[in-house]
């Protein structure tokens, strides 16, 4: 729902062509259509999958956004949204379901728990926070965010799109993209990250 | 006879399809963007299109509603900001998940503890939104926000501090009306109490 | 009953003061529980938990057992020393045990001789220690008991690292054990089935659904054993999402345990809410005031109905109708969780009962909200969600006749809710043993004798319909007056002593076992979830069905992970 147009305002136009033509970059036209049909991925974790369902759901409607559907398959979408506390036991699977996923691959903080493990943080079987495994594009405080407040981080994650380009973007470039499955043993073990792996701010802005 | 059950089910959602357009068309002008229309479509004859359409509208939110605590103070005459909170330390200590930490101030020529705090933090990443510092605190100086639209892109500000917790009283008045009103009867109250007494 | 008298030697009352039930020597556990079973109609176990009383250095676990028919339960426990804790099981006379006992296994590390499946239920094979011990630490420990002293007066920001996992001190290096592969959870499937097929037939097939599934309702997986499309066994995983809710309620202060009562079942935060306040308030001797009484009856009621709506919707979902009943579903709901939300200031962590009473009044506003939305709205629309979905032909042909659980199997399974009203049990709380006061009102407890997923639906319907009558009556008699016992305290004076409190939750009998040694923190809390236990009887539901009936035998019994894993 940017109000921002296919047209870059930059490039004069005569006034009796606009709204007729547009003239732009061709970031600016891969940036609009990769950020008004990002599919997010049908993974609930806890209590705010709730809330996420209810962003789907007829009153905040997230496909006004272009976000029609809610992929199942980590194949075909193109945002992780962590909704909930992330334990130990379900980590593994959480990167891996990551690493399956296309580039390019968004993840979403969604509440206190998937941003810094939450009121559970202190638990034994409770990882504190996302961004300890996987990259994080959006982070969104609340304990659960209201679907309004879901919308909006959604929203901010739009214009982290909006700020990328084609040439700089990581993901047509060779490099390690994958992120080590951790383990579970006596507790979970991490593998350390790739020292060259990109960090969030560096993705391709 | 069979699929008699199917029909009148594709019956009532074509009713909810052919509603849609007529609501809108009964509504037209008002329906939308208005506060009005968003009253009405979270009224009990909510008909038709249930979407409200954000950011464009919003949900009103009503007064208890709460996310994360914010330190209220007062303007003095002078300019300076006065703080209601004690240091007390009771909404530290009936935090569930330990999200705030406090540091009492102490009198910089004897050392003792005054009732000012010199830190006040609070993690938004535990915080539960309870709201049960803003219920025990016993000087009416921690209250909930309302504020949600709070996405950022890292977390490095997500431990709030003293500068950011605080905000003006008229704020805490705007934003919960009934509460304030209450709040300063009460205050009045025991103001005239502790007059008759002495 | 007088056990005491009928086992001499061996059952004694428990004479601790705040304590009740019977000690019995663990050798005469299975007999005692023959007798209780086949002898005096205790037909039903509800609960199964241990406790660590680390300073007499014994487990004792406590079984919590009631007749079907109604009237107080009875209380046996059992000891343990901690060194070698070994108890036999109980999985042949309450077949309901069993996940339960695993849980203990799990958590506390008391080993039940008997068990046909003893393994790790909420955390993996080859985790270190058994986490609810006492004096177990976990990698962010930071103290025994909350408020922990570092908030304040000098808030020290001194916690663990702040980004970074720590292994627990006996953790191996790595390198020096096997990751958890699930051998034991698929050698486990293939026993019970008989072993592998002889020759000249079909290989059996393993299949796991989730626990990243559209159909699973959160993080759960199933592993199934499949003869082509037939179920032969399954297992139900769980602990994706186990967030160590008791550990952390026993190290919490007693208010502080409410706010995490709502992330139990998140989807009914005000019924978890009113079966802790009931046993905190037990223990205290405290009972609210008579507005507080019928204003958590219409919250409770309103959370079910809310509850059973989205249950509903998305069975359907399950069932392939993908959306269009979930999402006239959940418009009811947003409307109800408006009135959460004016009342108690969020759409679902409501944190609004406490001791003694509810943390605000309700204005009348609100009150004529919920009367116009309970009198006016509700009724058509539940009679609307009826009228496309009961008669519809593919909802019963894919629900009618699947998921067979009888009559017998869900008592034995210890199922509880609307999976055992559907078996033709009408055990409910609200009626067998009346809390609050729910004995004040008409109304009906729903039952049906399908014994199937398409009666699960049903008894949601109806309960739909009588939690809207009960409502009704309670607006009408809603009485004025205070909503709180005495001031509200943030540190309320708990006397020791043990409490069961059980309310009849929207998906079962919600129970909190709550142990006090008088300080400000509970020494055990546990949480008898009825999510957990209705999966106990899952396999025998899917056992000889189709692979695709799983998802809506899952859907009917209707988990919500937060309870099942906590």
Known sequence: MTEETLHDPQIPLPDNLLGRIAVTSIDRIYNWGRRNSVWPMMFGLACCAIEMICTQASRFDKSRFGMEIMRPSPRQSDLLI?????????????????DQMAEPKYVIAM???????GPFREGYNVVPGIDQVLPVDVYIPGCPPTPQALLNGLMELQKVISSQSWRTSPWYRRGPREIPVPQLGPDLVVEPRPQNFPKTKERGT | MFGLGILKGLGITLRHFVESYWEDLRGWGRRYFTPEGIARRRSRDTRGIFTIQYPEEKLPVPEAFRVIPFLVYADEADGT?????????????VCPPQCIWIVRASDSATGKPVAHPAEFAVDIDRCMNCGYCAEYCPFDAIRMDREYELASRNRSGHVYNLEKLLKPAAYHAAIHPAA?????AERAQRQARRTGDA | MNLGERFPQGVVRDERPGYSGWIVDSSLLPNVAQTLRREEGFDYLSSVTGVDYLPEDLFETVYHVYRTGGGPGEIIKVRTPRGRPVLPSLTSIYPGAEFQEREI????????????????????????GHPLRKDWREPMYEEETKPFGARWPEGRRNGPPDRAFTRPADALAPGGWEADDDRALYAALENEAGGRPEALQTEFLMVNLGPQHPSTHGVFRVAALLDGETVVNLKPVMGYLHRCHEKIGERNTFPGNIPFTDRLDYLTSLSNNFGYVLAVETLMGIRPPERAEYLRVILAELTRIVSHLWSIGFLLNDLGAFFTPALYAIEERELVVDIFEAVTGSRMMCNFFRFGGLARDIDAGTVEAIRALVEERLPGKVDQLDAYLTGNEIVQARCAGVGILPREKALAYSAAGPVLRASGVPYDVRKAEPYSVYDRFEWDVACRGGCDVYDRYLVRMDEIRQSIRIIRQALRALPAGPVQTGKPQFQPRVPPGEAYGRVEGPKGELGFYVVSTGRPNPWRYHVRAPSFINLTGMAEMCRGGKVADVVAVLGSIDIILGETDR
Do not use: N
């Open chain 2, 81 to 93: 900001r006065k703080l209601r909170c004690t240091a007390c330390g009771i909404c530290a200590r």
């Open chain 1, 111 to 117: 509440g206190a728990c998937a941003s810094g493990g």
């Open chain 3, 105 to 128: 296994w799990d958590l506390f590390g008391i080993q039940f001789d008997g068990h046909p499946d003893l393994r790790r239920i909420l955390l993996w094979e080859g985790f270190s």
């Open chain 1, 82 to 98: 962590i909704a909930g506390t992330v334990t130990k036991k379900m980590t593994p699977t959480i990167v891996r379901l990551y």
């Open chain 2, 180 to 184: 304030f009103a209450r709040e300063e």
